[in-house]
């Protein structure tokens, strides 16, 4: 998030951020609010529930075939989007 603030990007869906209560100008600042916080905690909850439901698809994927950008399969069987 920080690269992407830095260079005047922000990739979060700005109907969470006012749920949150949390403005652009907090991320593009680095303002750790409580507000920003409880977002984190909810983003990253979404994140794992994308995750366990893809999870059971994987196996379903011929080995043969591309790999998701990260180059193979790991990080999604770790639940994970890190590479």
């Given at each position: 998030?920080?690269?992407?603030?830095?260079?005047?990007?922000?990739?979060?869906?700005?109907?969470?951020?006012?749920?949150?209560?949390?403005?652009?100008?907090?991320?593009?600042?680095?303002?750790?609010?409580p507000?920003?916080?409880?977002?984190?905690?909810?983003?990253?909850?979404?994140?794992?529930?994308?995750?366990?439901?893809?999870?059971?698809?994987?196996?379903?994927?011929e080995?043969?075939?591309?790999?998701?950008?990260?180059?193979?399969?790991?990080?999604?069987?770790?639940?994970?989007?890190?590479?």
């Amino acid at each position: 998030m920080k690269e992407d603030a830095q260079m005047g990007r922000n990739l979060l869906p700005l109907e969470d951020l006012r749920r949150f209560g949390v403005s652009e100008d907090d991320i593009m600042n680095s303002r750790a609010t409580p507000q920003f916080l409880e977002l984190m905690t909810f983003e990253a909850a979404r994140a794992r529930e994308f995750y366990d439901k893809a999870r059971p698809l994987l196996d379903l994927i011929e080995r043969r075939q591309p790999r998701h950008a990260g180059g193979d399969d790991r990080d999604l069987r770790r639940g994970s989007c890190a590479s």
